[in-house]
C-alpha cells in the first residue's frame, strides 16, 4: 500500500520532529481534515486540574488533582471537521461548613476532548479542612475522584480522591494530624500528610507519548498548602 501524508489544519503549528508533524491547541476548535493518510495520528490531551481546598478556620486545603493525561493513536477515515475541546482548571467559590464555618469549595477541572475519539477526565477538586473553636467540631473533606484525583482536606483522617486509569493517580491522604494530602499527578501519586509539620506534595507530571513535542512535564498535581485559594490549571 503507498504511503499517503495527512493534510490537516486547525490550532497552532507546532513545528517537526523527524518524521512528526505536530499541531496543538490551547483554546477550543476544530481540527480539519483536508486529506486522511496512511498511519495512525498520534494525540496527547491533558484535561484542567481541580481547584485546590481551603478554610477560613485553620484548616487546612488539600492539593488539586491534574487533570487527566492522555496518549495515544487515533486514525480518521474520513476528512471533515473534529471538534477539540479544552478543559478549563476547576473554579473556586465560598461554602459553608456543617457547622456553620465559611470556607472555599474546590471543583473539578473540565474534560478535555478530542470528539468521538478520546476524552481527558478533568482533575479531581481537593478536599477543605475545616476548623472551629472547640476541638468537638473538627471536621475535614475528603479529595474527589477525577483524571488524578484531589487531595484530602486536613483536621481528620480522610482519603484522597480516586484517580481514572491510564490518565492519572490518587489524591494524597490525610493521617494523624492536620496536614493535608497533596493532589495526584499523571506521574506519580500524591504525598500524603503526616505527622511531622508537612503538607503533602502534589504528584509528578509525565513526559509520555509521542505527541508530546517538547518533552516537558504535563499533567501534575498540585501540592496542599494551609490558609491558600488556588485554582487548578490545565
Not at 128 to 147: F, I, N
Not at 175 to 201: E, V
Not at 203 to 212: D, K, L, M
Amino acid at each position: 500500500t503507498a504511503f499517503t501524508p495527512w493534510q490537516i489544519s486547525g490550532g497552532s503549528d507546532g513545528g517537526t520532529s523527524g518524521n512528526y508533524k505536530f499541531r496543538y491547541f490551547n483554546s477550543s476548535a476544530n481540527l480539519s481534515i483536508d486529506q486522511v493518510g496512511t498511519e495512525a495520528l498520534d494525540y496527547l490531551v491533558v484535561a484542567g486540574g481541580g481547584s485546590g481546598g481551603y478554610s477560613k478556620h485553620n484548616g487546612d486545603g488539600g492539593g488539586g488533582g491534574a487533570g487527566g493525561y492522555a496518549t495515544g493513536t487515533f486514525q480518521p477515515t474520513s476528512t471533515g471537521n473534529i471538534a477539540i475541546t479544552i478543559g478549563a482548571g476547576g473554579a473556586t467559590g465560598q461554602g459553608t461548613g456543617p457547622y456553620g464555618q465559611p470556607y472555599i469549595l474546590s471543583n473539578d477541572g473540565n474534560n478535555s476532548v478530542i470528539n468521538g475519539y478520546i476524552t481527558a477526565t478533568g482533575g479531581g477538586g481537593a478536599g477543605a479542612g475545616t476548623l472551629e473553636t472547640s476541638e468537638d467540631t473538627k471536621t475535614g473533606y475528603a479529595g474527589r475522584p477525577g483524571g488524578s484525583g484531589g487531595g484530602a482536606g486536613g483536621n481528620v483522617s480522610n482519603a484522597g480522591g480516586e484517580g481514572t486509569a491510564n490518565q492519572g493517580n490518587d489524591g494524597g491522604t490525610q493521617q494523624s494530624s492536620s496536614f493535608p494530602g497533596g493532589g495526584g499527578g499523571k506521574g506519580g501519586a500524591a504525598a500524603q500528610g503526616t505527622s511531622t509539620m508537612r503538607s503533602g506534595d502534589g504528584g509528578v507530571g509525565s513526559t509520555t507519548g509521542n505527541a508530546n513535542h517538547d518533552g516537558a512535564y504535563r499533567g501534575g498535581g498540585g501540592g496542599a498548602g494551609t490558609g491558600a485559594r488556588n485554582s487548578g490549571y490545565n
